[in-house]
């Protein structure tokens, strides 16, 4: 009888101590998942609210002195989707003594401030065996779709060198848009078609949203900059990258303009 008496209080011991080590693991869950929460909250500063009212811009003009190089016409015949008829280069796309597709960013002087990320995709299409636009801006995080517009087949072939995984991926016509998401910061990121090798197009991967790409009359605008002193970029395929400092003053657009130089 003493025997089972302590075989059944030995048994109600184990029972109580399971269930109070039980008890403590599910109150310090709760402690723990905050804790992690925290620190990721540590880590990504929220998104910084720019105020318009007190912002300035930035404007100015890419021009083009001496004579251009000479590139060839592009032939695209041999592909019978494509324009049967030589089509002019786009690499240096000057008219006038102004230049297009110039990628103008500030480089410096914006600190760590984080700013939010658009979710609306930034569109690059394939017309007429072409990538339009040639040149353009997309923010880390932001999709980019990549649409077919033509009768022709296309390999879309990003070459990053910044991070991120180098994707080659076909593209039929009247195929779905592709949307990839970029995770790094990279200039002028060449984007190719291996079908077609005059096609080539540059995404410019930016932290934040200070960026703008020369039109055709060489104009560029970056707005809403908070007023300070900034280095300011301009870009370009064949005549490479020129700065400046450029200060910033609320209500007010700076005049910032870059003149790049043929070699004979």
């Not at 025997?3 to 109150?27: D, G, P, T, Y």
């Not at 096609?199 to 020369?214: D, E, G, Q, R």
Request: proline share 9%; charged share 20%.
């Amino acid at each position: 009888m003493i025997m089972r008496m302590k075989n059944v209080l030995h048994l109600l011991w184990m029972f109580v101590l399971i269930f109070v080590m039980a008890a403590c693991r599910k109150s310090e869950e709760p402690r723990t998942q905050q804790t992690n929460a925290d620190l990721h909250n540590a880590a990504t500063p929220p998104a910084t609210a720019v105020d318009k009212e007190k912002t300035g811009s930035i404007a100015g003009t890419i021009s083009f002195t001496g004579p251009p190089p000479r590139l060839p016409m592009l032939e695209m015949t041999q592909d019978p989707a494509c324009p049967s008829k030589p089509q002019n280069p786009e690499a240096v796309a000057q008219s006038r003594g102004k230049l297009a597709n110039v990628f103008v960013y500030v480089k410096d002087g914006l600190g760590n401030t984080v700013y939010s990320v658009p979710a609306t995709p930034v569109v690059l299409d394939q017309k007429e065996c072409r990538y339009i636009p040639h040149v353009l801006g997309l923010r880390v995080g932001q999709p980019l779709e990549v649409r077919n517009a033509d009768t022709a087949s296309h390999n879309v072939h990003p070459m990053p060198a910044g991070g991120d995984e180098e994707w080659n991926e076909s593209q039929m016509p009247g195929a779905s848009a592709i949307v990839r998401t970029f995770h790094h910061s990279e200039i002028m990121l060449p984007v190719h078609c291996n079908q077609h090798p005059w096609m080539k197009a540059y995404l410019n991967i930016m932290t934040h949203p200070f960026f703008s790409v020369s039109r055709e009359d060489g104009t560029f605008l970056i707005q809403d900059l908070p007023p300070g002193d900034y280095t300011l970029a301009a870009v370009h395929e064949k005549f490479g990258e020129q700065t400046m400092r450029v200060k910033v003053i609320s209500k007010e657009t700076a005049q910032s303009s870059f003149i790049f130089t043929g070699k004979p």
